[in-house]
């Protein structure tokens, strides 16, 4: 069986990055306020995407003091056991079947509790928000095609309201069955944020500047709910990978294959990588993921993302540039 990837809830914020001084393999340095405003803007206009990640070693420092706050969740916890059997109950209902062990099995239920597991792997300490998300966000997901996309504009307005008003509901869903569970308001808000894509970052598109609050006091909790958002694609990674990878190389063309894992790969963290590089894999298998991991950036490319093509030359006579008009 070849586990189809349900819609991630949140979407990858595009920001731009364009600083002389971005150093390879990743991305832009810490900058002032204004100096960040007058970059993005002047950026925008260039399509440069940056590419500083919650891996990147200027987080390393903020992300250990983070582990050290966070709380040892406690062995016991009704509220959590509860709200996962609602979910569960809900998610029985899929009309959508896959054969798993012999038996027909609702799709959602399934991939709800691999994806639990994975997170429950990668995160040890996962918080009842974050074992929530991994379990409900695609909670009763059959039904957003209730939301007619004919009853929205047809321009891309339209679309966006259409796929925003798709995310209300299921995020909607989802904090009525953590009430239900006996949630606190402040938990059912963290997990609307992040089901709506509200005022979290985007761990693969992340500065320092982000996370800086009144005073320069760093804001960790804005920090860990970048990290949930994290667990939460890597989860999705590992369980295609352990899924759905093998057996779409043994049924698909080696480009198509090739085509998925590139995708799949592109957002995963560090760690993540770590894990599926550890993983059991034919010859096969080990050479498409080594043709898939994403390149290290060198300094050369980072220039010619951000001054151009001309600027990434170290020989004025470079014939690569032989039409470049340096007046």
Known sequence: MIVNRLQHPTRVHRRACQSPAVQAPYACRTRAPSQHVDQVGRAGTRGVACRATIDDPEFKEFVAKMEEMRPVPPVLRDKLEKAMALIDEANSKDPSRVT???????????????????????????????????????????????????????????????????RKWQAGRLVSIMKDAGYSEASCKLVEDVMADKGIPDPRDIRVYDLVGPLGMINYRLLEQASMVQTLRDADALVFMERSFPQMVAALEADKVLEQLKRELARVSNKCMARILNMQWTPVQKKLIAKALPSPRRFGDVLKEIEGVAAASTHPGDWRYRNFDYE
């Open 100 to 166: 798993w062990e012999g038996e027909k099995v609702p799709y959602r239920l399934l991939y709800s509790q691999w994806l639990t597991e994975w997170v429950q792997k990668m995160d040890p300490k996962a918080s009842d928000e974050l074992l929530l998300l991994a379990r409900g966000r695609n909670v009763e997901g059959w039904r957003l095609s209730e939301i007619k996309r004919d009853d929205y504009a047809p321009n891309t307005a339209g679309v966006r309201q259409w796929e925003m008003d798709r």
